[in-house]
């Protein structure tokens, strides 16, 4: 009983939100409004959370216009490689602070959906 207690508090504690590639080619930055703790680093084409900032709230899934953004075990199987690479970007790449302007080749969910097939 205790070992699953250990068990879950220890998930728990590793718990952990990630962005998604509907976000790339977009960067509304919605999510980064909302953000209490600063969590989202900018690359290039898309942004990543950083698993050590995120104090796991939710607060951006919401937002994100085309529902890049899940916590990490809601994360569709497809994409389960992107949770550790949003750890492993946010390395490399800077905190955004602010929102911005989208990019010029941004979606809407729709059009990303329809993409898709
Ligand atoms: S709101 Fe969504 S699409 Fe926009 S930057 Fe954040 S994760 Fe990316
Ligand atoms: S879950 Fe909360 S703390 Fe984590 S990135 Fe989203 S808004 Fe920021």
């Given at each position: 009983m205790l070992e699953a207690l250990n068990r879950i508090s220890i998930e728990e504690l590793s718990m952990t939100y990630t962005v998604t590639p509907n976000c790339d080619n977009c960067k509304y930055t919605?999510?980064?409004e909302v953000c209490p703790v600063?969590?989202?680093h900018e690359g290039p084409t898309m942004l990543y959370i950083n698993p050590e900032t995120?104090?796991?709230?939710n607060a951006c899934v919401e937002e994100c216009p085309v529902e890049a953004i899940y916590a990490d075990v809601d994360v569709p199987e497809k994409w389960a490689s992107y949770t550790a690479l949003n750890e492993e970007k946010c390395e490399e790449y800077p905190v955004i602070?602010?929102?911005k302007d989208p990019l010029p080749t941004a979606r809407t969910l729709e059009e990303i959906q329809a993409a898709e097939g």
């Open positions: 919605d999510c980064v600063e969590a989202f995120c104090i796991d709230c602070e602010e929102a």
